[in-house]
């Protein structure tokens, strides 16, 4: 079981910068992979950034690349980050933290609860 917990959404103006974290604990965190996922209403869950156990490998959607960057800190904090910049009234969404967990031939998904954010014009 892994447990995840996000933090750090909220209200910003079009053009400005928020940093998502997402705590996780339950298992070994270097263990697995973990990713940002977002939802805004009547649309359905989109990949956002991705980044692998050890973080050497990072990936993000199109639409976010050059102004998101997801990192994670395995040494202390066993926490992922997303730094979103220069954000755009279309990043509003709730944003999901995800854990893909490999066990076997067996792939399990933890998902946090969720975190808004919203950006004004």
């Known amino acids: 079981q892994v447990q995840l917990v996000e933090s750090g959404g909220g209200l910003v103006q079009a053009g400005g910068s928020l940093r998502l974290s997402c705590a996780a604990s339950?298992?070994?965190?270097?263990?697995?992979?973990m990713g940002w996922f977002r939802q805004a209403p009547g649309k359905e869950r989109e990949f956002v950034a991705a980044?692998?156990?050890?973080?050497?490998?990072?990936?993000h959607a199109d639409s976010v690349k050059g102004r998101f960057t997801i990192s994670r800190d395995n040494a202390k904090k066993n926490t992922v980050y997303l730094q979103m910049n220069s954000l755009k009234v279309e990043d509003t969404s709730v944003y999901y933290c995800?854990?893909?967990?490999?066990?076997?031939?067996?792939?399990?998904?933890?998902w946090g609860q969720g975190t808004q954010v919203t950006v004004s014009s």
């Open positions: 995800n854990a893909k967990v490999i066990v076997g031939l067996a792939t399990y998904d933890y």
């Open positions: 339950g298992r070994t965190f270097s263990s697995y992979a």
């Open positions: 980044t692998s156990r050890s973080g050497a490998y990072l990936s």
